[in-house]
């Protein structure tokens, strides 16, 4: 066989892959049985599936204390390799009490078997080590995250450092064996992929400059511009969307999935298109969360990753571009395979101008803030919310469509917060 064209995945390793198969997850689920359970989060849940299907090369387990502090730190592995974000497991005091380090567990959600564990490593995390990993992963260079105000803000309004907050005492270490991928193969069947699909689709399609298009709204003007910059000069773009948990008052899955399709129906060359999607929850880290979505999308074969404007961001937390000036500033390994290799796709605010007559970014167009359609998620979805018109060039009729008839149909509204980064107000 050729060798392949494709960038290696993440750590040097091949794609790690901790989900079982066949035989060996026959075994493992009858084992599974007679272990102690320990029920995981949404998140957890998420984490230990992007490890079964090697989402998460080079990871084969919970990150254990050397590890989980590193990471905050400096953005690496005890063993140097690169990891921007901890992966961690947590458990009550109780629990941890019946659970001996060498000792195998089951990890669970409700009534589904998630993986076994082998536990190496118990540590507890006081509430100051915690509140550290807040400021180091979470507190950025925005507004909410200035010195006086990130903890009076952070802990009502950031779901991020909610969620760390929120973890349980002491963390659990060590190696896992994945059982399941839950429910997303049958739920976004033809959308949700492990990185050995998505590389087998791309090495048929002859692809190796790829860009991936990070997504969790609905594919607006501005989404569908960055898409097609990376198109201009990628031999394919993937958009990829997450289909795990987002935040409440953000539009779900499977009606972004929808609005993706007829998107690239109408207004994209199918065949220099991939849609896919991912497991993971949303941690809402903006720089860091970039990082982190260059990785994984690096071990799902992708060399670009497209970093727009406030990537990953929520609030005001972090500034405009903090997602794309850190990766000039990552932690630098000897060992080539052990550092990121996908790089970033720096793009700057893109909206639609009337003078330009066309979609334009900051670099490009010279006009006034009035001549401009400023395009954002949140704004998007708080209009459609409200039930107010949307203004033309501010996405897609064939998409506002099924945006309106999902918001219509909603019993329950949440109300959307508006600030800086959504409203447009520093698009100067
Ligand atoms: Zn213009």
Redesign the pocket.
């Given at each position: 066989m050729a060798k392949s064209k494709l960038i290696a995945p993440h750590g040097g390793k091949g794609l790690v892959c901790c989900l079982l198969e066949g035989d060996k997850l026959k075994e493992e689920l009858k084992k599974a049985k007679t272990l102690k359970k320990v029920e995981v989060t949404a998140r957890e849940r998420g984490d230990l599936i992007m490890m079964g299907i090697g989402g998460f090369s080079p990871l084969k387990g919970f990150m254990g204390k050397k590890d989980w502090k590193n990471v905050c730190a400096k953005m690496q592995l005890d063993n140097g390799t690169f990891w921007p974000v901890p992966v961690t497991l947590s458990v009550s005091k109780e629990d941890a009490a019946g659970i001996k380090a060498g000792e195998e567990i089951a990890l669970v959600s409700g009534k589904e078997l998630i993986a076994t564990m082998k536990v190496t490593e118990k540590y507890a995390l006081t509430d100051k080590e915690r509140k550290w990993e807040c400021e180091k992963i979470y507190k950025g260079a925005g507004d909410d995250s200035a010195d006086d105000k990130f903890w009076e803000v952070a802990p009502k309004d950031h779901p991020g450092v909610q969620m760390v907050l929120g973890q349980k005492p002491v963390n659990l270490a060590g190696p896992v064996k994945v059982l399941t991928e839950g429910d997303f193969p049958v739920k976004y069947k033809g959308v949700y992929m492990r990185p050995a699909e998505s590389r087998k689709i791309f090495e048929e399609r002859g692809w190796s400059k790829i860009a991936a298009l990070q997504l969790r709204n609905p594919m607006h003007r501005s989404h569908e511009y960055l898409a097609k910059i990376a198109c201009e000069v990628c031999d394919g773009v993937f958009i990829h969307s997450l289909v795990g948990n987002l935040k409440p008052g953000d539009i779900p899955a499977e009606v972004r999935v929808k609005c993706i399709d007829t998107l690239i129906k109408h207004y994209f060359v199918e065949k220099n298109i991939l849609q896919g999607g991912y497991p993971l929850d949303m941690r809402y880290a903006g720089p860091r969360e970039g990082l982190l979505h260059a990785t994984f999308r690096q071990n799902y074969g992708v060399t670009h990753m497209i970093i727009g404007r406030d990537h990953a961001g929520v609030g005001d937390f972090y500034g405009m571009f903090e997602a794309q000036t850190i990766f000039d500033k990552m932690p630098v390994s000897k060992e080539p395979g052990k550092n990121l290799l996908c790089k970033p796709m720096k793009i700057d605010w893109t909206f639609y101008?009337f003078?330009?007559d066309g979609m334009?970014s900051l670099r490009t167009?010279?006009?006034a803030k009035e001549?401009?359609v400023i395009l954002s998620g949140t704004k998007l979805r708080k209009m459609l919310s409200d039930g107010s018109e949307i203004p033309d060039h501010f996405g897609r009729e064939e998409v506002l469509v099924l945006l309106r008839k999902y918001y219509q149909g909603l019993e329950h509204k949440v109300e959307i917060k508006m600030h800086g980064a959504a409203s447009g107000d520093k698009a100067k």
């Open positions: 101008c003078k330009c334009a167009c010279p006009h001549d401009r």
